[in-house]
């Protein structure tokens, strides 16, 4: 059974950094693209970084390039999201989705206020 | 970057409706559209995958239909357990979400 865990939510100031964990399990993760996407309380869903199978290339919309970076550990089939420079705006549930979105974790949610 | 209009953003209907919900992207998304159901409080859920494929386990009182730039998932035969909220995504290029449709029984 496909599984991934989301983990490293909480409370955090703004301008503070927070990374974030996603634990795969029940499918070979270094064959597949990996992507975060979040969704605000309340909100719709956005996407947040996708990363190719080998770490090589990733993928961020303007919302978060250079402040966020996507990486990945194929020998821990994990995913992580290291967020930096964190704004208000970017509270949010955050889930790990497989490529494609046939898999999500729960979620885990990340609330930035002072 | 694509833009994914979605419609309505609001829909109220009787149990055994035919319920329609349509995606609108800003340019061709080649049919790499999914649809999703999201309930209260639980990450989505992926029923209808590149416009027409029906994920595994779905009831196949779902489908999906459209090409170009317009998309559409269709409830054949409306159930109290689809009450939720509907989103499409676009995977031609990066992802976009739709806005979400939420569905409610009339």
């Known amino acids: 059974e496909v599984q991934l865990v989301e983990s490293g939510g909480g409370l955090v100031q703004p301008g503070r950094s927070l990374k974030l964990s996603c634990a795969a399990s029940?499918?070979?993760?270094?064959?597949?693209?990996m992507a975060w996407v979040r969704q605000a309380p309340k909100k719709g869903l956005e996407w947040v970084a996708t990363?190719?199978?080998?770490?090589?290339?990733?993928y961020y919309p303007d919302s978060v390039k250079g402040r966020f970076t996507i990486s990945r550990d194929n020998a821990k089939s994990s995913l992580y999201l290291q967020m930096n420079s964190l704004k208000s705006e970017d509270t949010a549930t955050y889930y790990c989705?497989?490529?494609?979105?046939?898999?999500w974790g729960q979620g885990v949610m990340v609330t930035v206020s002072s | 970057d694509i833009q994914m209009t979605q419609s309505p953003s609001f829909l109220s209907a009787t149990v055994g409706d035919r319920v329609t919900i349509n995606c609108k992207a800003s340019q061709n998304i080649n049919k790499y559209l999914n649809w999703y159901q999201q309930k209260l409080g639980e990450a989505p859920k992926r029923l209808i995958y590149?416009?027409?494929s029906l994920q595994t386990g779905i009831p196949s009182r779902f489908s999906g239909s459209g090409s170009g730039t317009d998309y559409t998932l269709t409830i054949s035969s409306l159930q109290p357990e689809d009450v939720a909220t509907y989103f499409c995504?676009?995977?031609?290029?990066?992802?976009?979400f739709g806005a979400g449709t939420k569905l409610e029984l009339k």
């Open positions: 989705a497989r490529h494609g979105g046939d898999y």
């Open positions: 995504l676009q995977h031609n290029s990066g992802y976009t």
């Open positions: 990363i190719s199978t080998s770490g090589s290339r990733t």
């Open positions: 029940g499918f070979t993760f270094s064959n597949y693209y």
């Open positions: 590149n416009t027409n």
